[in-house]
């Protein structure tokens, strides 16, 4: 297992996924300050609770944290069908976007799988 939060792979991807979910929300327009905001949280929400998770160093915390995360990354998710619905986004930033939360949150599974594996 890794040394620190930031040597997992699937922090790295999360966080990425939250730093241009950040650079895209930018783009909106005022009245929709409190969707950006909220997206900006949600995303952060994701790589923040890995790491708190994971430095708890105990796998059955981790895994709580982890599932956190997949719930943060499904409610960012979310937000960018609201924002497309209200046309803030175009069909293939939502899809790309999308496709990322996806990727996430498998990573997130296949992670907890191994803790849950790992403390059998």
Known sequence: MAESFQEL???RV??????DIAD????FHHDYRWLAQ?????SES???N??????????????RFLRIAKASTGE??????????RRLITNEEQKEFADRCIHVKKMLNSLGSY??????
Do not use: C, N
Not at 24 to 27: R, S
Not at 38 to 42: P, V, Y
Not at 76 to 85: G, K, P
């Open 38 to 42: 909220q997206m900006m949280r949600s």
């Open 76 to 85: 960012t998710e979310s937000h960018l069908v609201y924002a497309l619905r």
């Open 46 to 48: 994701g790589p923040s």
């Open 24 to 27: 895209l929300v930018e783009q």
């Open 50 to 63: 890995i790491a708190e998770g994971f430095e708890r160093q105990l796998d059955g915390d981790f895994g």
């Open 115 to 120: 803790l849950r594996k790992k403390g059998k």
């Open 9 to 11: 792979e699937v922090w």
């Open 14 to 19: 999360s966080m990425d996924l939250a730093v």
